[in-house]
């Protein structure tokens, strides 16, 4: 099965793609300081929901980089009322950005893509012109689990506070979803492949679908739902 298909099917219902809320993203307008003329920058945009919003009430030139062509048909389904949205569709790995080019970096979700934390933001700073903002969501540690098993754990907010400092960019803003916001992600998506599976029982992928959707839900139960979060980092880059 193409993972990229599978993505498909989980989120074909959702255009936030992330455990956010519309109205948590609307924060981001102040935090961005959202207006006419602003270049944006989103790593792994799927279905870019946050860039067309703000291309629909400013005139912002906005550059989606996103590998799963079933997202952007949804990006590029309706141009913006008053933005220029362009989307490559393409891995971010070998993507070559101008240096310092961005008055706003997005990666909502999506560093794995690039590689860990450090590396993200890295791409991100490089990418965001001196003063620009960079804005990074992505898993934080919310309670340390009781008994360790070795594995590695995402950072905590402190910590990740503490690497972009270390990066050359000061955090304004946190943004963070509830335990509410977290279970109606991954419900959406366990909702919308068992749906899938009913409606397509002799597709070939039929198995591995209902397979990974088991095995992500159980993931989200046992291990996600206990002791992680997810947190949007606001920051601007020294300059
Ligand atoms: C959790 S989703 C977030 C989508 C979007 N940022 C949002 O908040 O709605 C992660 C996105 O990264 C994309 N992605 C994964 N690997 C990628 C890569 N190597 N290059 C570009 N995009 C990638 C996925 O296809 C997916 O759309």
Redo the contacts with the bound molecule.
């Keep these: 099965m193409d993972p990229?298909n599978y993505?498909a099917i989980a989120e074909r219902d959702i255009?936030?793609?992330?455990p956010i809320t519309d109205r948590k993203l609307r924060l981001l307008d102040d935090y961005c300081d959202i207006r006419d003329g602003l270049s944006v920058l989103?790593?792994?945009?799927?279905?870019?929901?946050?860039m067309r919003q703000w291309a629909d009430r400013h005139a912002i030139e906005g550059v989606g980089?996103?590998?799963?062509p079933r997202?952007l048909e949804v990006a590029r389904r309706k141009p913006p009322a008053r933005g220029r949205l362009t989307f490559h569709s393409?891995?971010?790995?070998g993507f070559r950005v101008e240096p310092a080019s961005y008055d706003i970096v997005?990666?909502?979700?999506?560093s794995?893509?690039i590689g860990d934390i450090p590396a993200t933001l890295d791409w991100m700073i490089a990418a965001a012109r001196p003063g620009g903002t960079i804005v990074l969501?992505d898993i934080t540690l919310r309670h340390p689990p009781v008994v360790s098993r070795g594995q590695v754990l995402p950072l905590d907010t402190i910590g990740m506070i503490g690497v972009i400092d270390r990066h050359d960019a000061e955090v304004s803003a946190t943004i963070s979803a509830s335990d509410a916001d977290f279970e109606r992600y991954a419900s959406h998506h366990r909702h919308a492949t068992l749906t899938w599976a009913r409606e397509h029982p002799d597709h070939p992928d039929h198995a591995e679908v209902l397979s990974k959707s088991r095995q992500d839900w159980l993931h989200y139960q046992r291990e996600i739902r206990p002791v992680l979060g997810w947190t949007i980092f606001v920051a601007r880059k020294y300059g």
């Design positions: 990229l993505w255009e936030i793609q992330n989103d790593i792994g945009c799927g279905k870019a929901w946050l980089i996103e590998i799963n997202f393409t891995s971010v790995k997005l990666c909502l979700g999506a794995f893509a969501g």
